[in-house]
């Protein structure tokens, strides 16, 4: 069922929208190993602007300043990749939710129900999480391909909807 109001938020809407992509990972040490990064990439260079791309490892410090990076070249969204699991280095998901100011639980929430449909209860060990920060979305989705095209499923089309919302 549509609604009329979102279906006139996207209307009004931009496709006009600038992302940056980080790729978390202590392994891949290059952008040619970064096969989740590429399949970021590959959607939103069809789709929207790639305006900076970046890969660190997990480390607070270095997340933070990617991120502060790219909004001080204005990008609209930011999607981190990796990071979001239980081990000790995986530091995405605290690093991101300290900087929010407005969570969007909604993009964890459907995220695990349609990795329960793809995998089973393993997608309870999913971490995923979005949030506004200095009107920027930030959507950060664990490192693996499979989650990274189940995320992006989730949210390509509605970047838009959602960048006019956080500039309203």
Same mark, same amino acid.
């Given at each position: 069922? &549509?609604?009329?109001?979102?279906?006139?938020?996207?209307?009004?809407? =931009? =496709?006009?929208? =600038?992302?940056?992509?980080?790729?978390?990972?202590?392994?891949? &040490?290059? /952008?040619?190993?970064?096969?989740?990064?590429?399949?970021?990439?590959?959607?939103?260079?069809?789709?929207?602007?790639? &305006?900076?791309?970046?890969?660190?490892?997990?480390?607070?410090?270095?997340?933070? $300043?990617?991120?502060?990076?790219?909004?001080?070249?204005?990008?609209?969204?930011?999607?981190?990749?990796?990071?979001?699991?239980?081990?000790?280095?995986?530091?995405?998901?605290? #690093?991101?939710?300290?900087?929010? /100011?407005?969570?969007?639980?909604?993009?964890? /929430? +459907?995220?695990?129900?349609?990795? @329960?449909? /793809?995998?089973?209860?393993?997608?309870?060990?999913?971490?995923? #999480?979005?949030?506004?920060?200095?009107?920027? +979305?930030? @959507?950060?989705?664990?490192?693996?391909? $499979?989650?990274? &095209?189940?995320?992006?499923?989730?949210?390509?089309?509605?970047?838009?909807?959602?960048?006019?919302?956080? $500039?309203?």
């Amino acid at each position: 069922m &549509k609604s009329e109001t979102t279906e006139q938020h996207k209307s009004e809407s =931009s =496709s006009d929208i =600038s992302c940056g992509i980080i790729t978390l990972s202590d392994s891949r &040490k290059s /952008e040619k190993l970064d096969l989740s990064g590429k399949i970021i990439s590959d959607e939103i260079e069809s789709r929207y602007t790639l &305006k900076s791309k970046s890969l660190i490892p997990d480390e607070k410090d270095e997340l933070i $300043n990617a991120i502060e990076k790219m909004i001080f070249e204005g990008v609209d969204v930011i999607l981190t990749t990796g990071g979001t699991g239980l081990d000790i280095r995986d530091i995405t998901v605290e #690093t991101v939710e300290s900087l929010f /100011e407005k969570k969007i639980d909604g993009f964890g /929430e +459907l995220f695990r129900y349609k990795s @329960f449909e /793809e995998i089973g209860s393993g997608a309870l060990l999913s971490r995923a #999480t979005a949030g506004v920060y200095k009107k920027t +979305l930030i @959507f950060s989705m664990p490192g693996s391909p $499979n989650a990274v &095209k189940t995320a992006l499923s989730l949210i390509i089309d509605e970047l838009p909807h959602f960048v006019h919302h956080v $500039n309203k």
